[in-house]
């Protein structure tokens, strides 16, 4: 069992891992390619996109043939386009090499909330989920140095070579591991697909589905723009700029080691809202720097503190309930399964492709508009659980 958590753990990494190592890369893109800095952050918002997209094929396919083949093949697809964007000549090719990985590497967030749902139930996953929060907070962490350190040393296309090596060594490890669908679907392919329909008729499911998913915008907000403010605007070089990343993903570590202990006092109902008012609190106090005197709050730290200190606590707040929240959405569910968790992570992702795509664009401050996605996504995730639990009677 606990090589299974383990190759569990180490699918739960290919987003982070695919994207925050080379965050540090894309100044050095936009030079080497004398393209726009928007240009060059499609290898990131059409990953993402892509990899949205991929999610919702591989959870049917999933349940009607088994968690291993759409797995094995997804890493398939993954590994050989990181030797694409290893050898890409040009920005566009890049692009469309990335689009491809994200298809490929879909399989990994996907199939992986359906094995947990195989493997464990009830109070069991949460904390399996919990557990697996702390194991994979490494590689937020790991990724942007390890980046950087790459850089710093060798050219960026390195980076895709070790993604080469990483999405080897998982489709090895899936080889090797036991099927965990003990029945699979009768179902044609078209009818495992229709479990998408059913699906939008389970309200609750829906509805915190998309509202937690909301909790997660300023991150994937921060994620596209954070190389640009502190690299582009504060003058810091890539290392630098990787110790600060890791840094603030230091709370996705911290934060599910802070619900275990709290989970032990306090129960999940007081434990959600408080996670969902703490990303508002936190993303409105970078909008406050950047309001007028005498209502700013800049000032109260030095740069870069006054943006780095609320981000590593916003993303505190929003880690110390997603894994609570995902075991929550998943309970909503009893079939369809692989769809479902297809699903959620679809919307997740979606929704933070968007948000990538907005502060991409030519905005005089990017970090107030980080704030404002910030609050508004938080203050929608807070209607929904209050919708949730008031009108659909979602038990906790």
């Known amino acids: 069992m606990k090589r299974k958590i383990a190759l569990i753990a180490l699918l739960c990494t290919f ?8 965050l540090a890369a894309l100044p050095i893109m936009v030079k080497e390619w004398h393209e726009s800095l928007s240009v060059i952050n499609l290898t990131l918002v059409l990953f993402f996109v892509a990899y949205c997209f991929g999610m919702l094929i591989y959870g049917p396919l999933s349940d009607r043939y088994g968690r291993k083949p759409p797995l094995l093949a997804g890493l398939a697809i993954y590994t050989l386009a990181s030797v694409a964007c290893a050898l890409a000549p040009n920005a566009l090719t890049l692009i469309i090499a990335r689009i491809f990985q994200a298809l490929g590497g879909a399989a990994a967030s996907t199939v992986v909330f359906a094995i947990c749902k195989d493997l464990f139930e009830g109070a069991v996953r949460q904390r399996v989920f919990v557990q697996l929060g702390v194991i994979t907070a490494g590689a937020p962490i790991l990724a942007p140095i390890i980046g ?9 296309r390195w980076i895709f070579a070790l993604l080469t090596l990483f999405g080897a060594v998982s489709a090895i490890g899936v080889y090797r591991m036991e099927e965990t669908l003990k029945e699979r679907g009768d179902a044609s392919v078209p009818q495992a697909f229709m479990g998408y329909f059913r699906l939008c008729g389970n309200i609750p499911f829906i509805l915190l589905t998309l509202s937690f998913s909301c909790t997660g915008l300023p991150l994937f907000a921060f994620l596209a723009a954070s190389s640009d403010i502190y ?3 504060l003058g810091y070089d890539e290392h630098q700029y990787g110790l600060f990343f890791a840094a603030n993903a230091s709370a996705f570590l911290i934060a599910p080691l802070a619900f275990m202990k709290a989970g032990k006092h306090f129960p999940l109902r007081w434990l959600l809202p408080l996670s969902y008012f703490g990303v508002l609190i936190f993303a409105a106090c970078i909008v406050g720097q950047t309001l007028p005197p005498p209502y700013t709050l800049k000032g ?7 943006l780095a200190v609320p ?4 993303t505190f707040s929003f880690s110390f309930g997603r894994p609570p929240g995902n075991n929550l959405i998943l309970e909503q569910v009893k079939k369809d399964v692989g769809a479902a968790s297809s699903m959620m992570v679809f919307i997740y992702f979606i929704t933070g492709a968007l948000a990538m795509w907005v502060i991409s664009l030519a905005w005089a401050d990017k970090i107030a508009v980080l704030g404002w996605i910030g609050v508004a996504g938080a203050a929608v995730t807070l209607c929904g659980w209050f919708a949730a639990r008031l009108w659909f009677s979602v038990k906790v």
């Open 300 to 306: 109260l730290l030095p740069l870069p503190y006054t």
């Open 311 to 314: 981000m590593w606590l916003l």
């Open 148 to 156: 950087g350190w790459i850089i710093s040393l060798a050219s960026w």
């Open 15 to 22: 987003p982070p891992m695919s994207t925050d190592m080379y």
């Open 231 to 233: 690299i582009s605007n």
